[in-house]
C-alpha cells in the first residue's frame, strides 16, 4: 500500500512539473506562427534562403555571453510560410551553461541521456525542446524549439 501512495506521489509530482514548465511561444520577439516579414522586422539582420524547398532564416547572434548561429524554419501554411521550429547551434563547451538555462526555463528534462554526448528533451504540451552536447561536427552543440505542428508535419 505504501508503494502505490508513493508511486502516486511520484505521479502527481511529474504532472504538477510539467504543467509548471514554461511553454517557449517562438524565439526572442519572433513568436511562433510568423511571416517571413515578420521575422526580418523583428530581427535585423536576418537572412532568408530557400534550400532543398524549404525556406528558413539565419541569424549570427549571442545567446546570452554564447555565440551562436540561430534558424528559424519556415512550414508552409495555406501558402504562406510560417515560424515553426527555432534551431540554436553553438560551440560545444558552452553546453552546460544552455542546458542549464533550458532547465531554468522548462523544468526538468522528460527524457535525459547522459553520456559523452548529452542530450535533453522535454516534450511540453504545444511542443518540444531538446539540447544536444555534440552534432556535427563534434565540436558543435544544438538546440531546438519545434511547435507540435511542426512535428506532425
Known amino acids: 500500500m505504501k508503494a502505490i501512495a508513493m508511486l502516486i506521489t511520484i505521479c502527481l509530482g511529474l504532472a504538477t512539473v510539467a ?7 517562438g524565439f526572442r520577439s519572433v513568436r511562433f506562427g510568423a511571416t517571413e516579414e515578420q ?11 530557400t534550400k ?3 525556406r528558413s532564416c539565419h541569424l549570427n547572434t549571442n545567446i546570452g555571453d554564447i ?3 540561430v534558424i528559424l524554419a519556415l512550414a508552409p501554411e495555406n501558402g504562406i510560410g510560417r515560424f515553426r521550429r527555432a534551431v540554436i ?5 558552452d553546453y552546460e551553461v544552455l542546458r542549464d538555462a533550458f532547465i531554468s526555463k522548462f523544468g526538468q528534462p522528460t527524457g535525459r541521456v547522459i553520456a559523452a554526448n548529452e542530450q535533453c528533451r ?3 504540451r504545444r511542443s518540444i525542446v531538446s539540447i544536444q552536447k555534440h552534432s556535427f561536427p563534434y ?8 511547435t507540435q505542428e511542426y512535428v506532425d508535419s
Open 19 to 25: 504543467l509548471a514548465a514554461e511553454e517557449p511561444s
Open 39 to 49: 521575422i526580418k522586422l523583428a530581427l535585423p539582420g536576418v537572412e532568408c534562403q
Open 52 to 54: 532543398r524547398a524549404e
Open 67 to 69: 555565440p551562436a548561429t
Open 89 to 93: 547551434v553553438f560551440n560545444s563547451r
Open 122 to 124: 522535454w516534450s511540453l
Open 139 to 146: 565540436n558543435v552543440g544544438i538546440a531546438a524549439l519545434t
